[in-house]
């Protein structure tokens, strides 16, 4: 049975570096990293992603997922298909995804692949920074409003859904999936053990450390003191969770 290896998230969290890690290793040949294809097909964001970016940002996957080789519409059986030759999909907006809808699809692919599920993780508050500082620049280059970027950070630590998340995606992919990989951005990628923990998950003789992170690009808000502040507070679970990650 074909291994499949998915990294749904969390965005902005180092995903990009270990995808390409595991290019340099060649543990994957992947040479799309994202496709986003159960996001279109299940066509319900989550409340947390502006209203005002799903449309563009779901056309722009649309067309380029048609330069692939990817037509539409989609059908979980079409997703199969291309799995078959490119058994990878690190796309990150699978993190929002509901259960239900995963375990539809988990139904599905476990008859075709032996699924191993890797989520990264990054400090909270740093991490929702740079993903909100990269909505505005989603809204900018589809041409799109949408709310300023700090209140948009104060919009989203308010959210309970936020508050939680780190836990939560780790429990639903659990759920749905079985055992699944977490990994931290700030300690995995400068620690040869976690490198041999992640080989072992894979069931691949050995993974070796790359030097040269990608996408590193980090996006700023202007925030307060009392913003931070706030946003220890209410995102306690989510950095609780992470320093799980980091003992």
């Known amino acids: 049975m074909n291994r499949l290896i998915l990294c749904p998230g969390i965005p902005r969290s180092g995903t990009t570096s270990l ?34 970016l799903i449309d563009p940002h779901r056309s722009y996957i649309i067309d380029r997922n048609i330069e692939r080789g990817l037509s539409y519409p989609y059908s979980l059986e079409n997703y199969i298909s291309y799995l078959n030759s490119h058994p990878v999909d690190f796309s990150q907006s699978y993190f929002l995804l509901p259960e239900d809808f995963l375990h539809e699809v988990n139904d599905k692919l476990r008859d075709y692949f032996d699924i191993k599920v890797i989520l990264m993780y990054r400090e909270p508050i740093e991490r929702l920074i740079s993903y909100v500082g990269m909505l505005e620049n989603d809204s900018y280059c589809f041409g799109v409003n949408i709310k300023n970027k700090r209140d948009l950070f104060l919009d989203y630590i308010d959210n309970p859904k936020l508050q939680t998340l780190y836990s939560d995606v780790k429990n639903k992919f659990e759920r749905v999936f079985g055992e699944v990989m977490c990994l931290s951005c700030e300690h995995f990628f400068v620690n040869d053990k976690k490198h041999d923990e992640l080989a072992k998950f894979l069931e691949v003789p050995q993974i070796n450390r790359i030097y040269d992170r990608m996408n590193q690009k980090n996006y700023d808000v202007d925030l307060f003191s009392e913003d931070l502040d706030q946003a220890r507070y209410k995102l306690k679970d989510s950095l609780d969770f992470y320093a799980t990650l980091i003992s």
């Open 19 to 52: 995808w390409t890690l595991l290019n340099e290793n060649n543990i994957i040949n992947g040479l799309n990293k994202e496709i986003h294809y159960l996001a279109v097909l299940h066509n319900n964001y989550d409340p947390m992603y502006p209203t005002q």
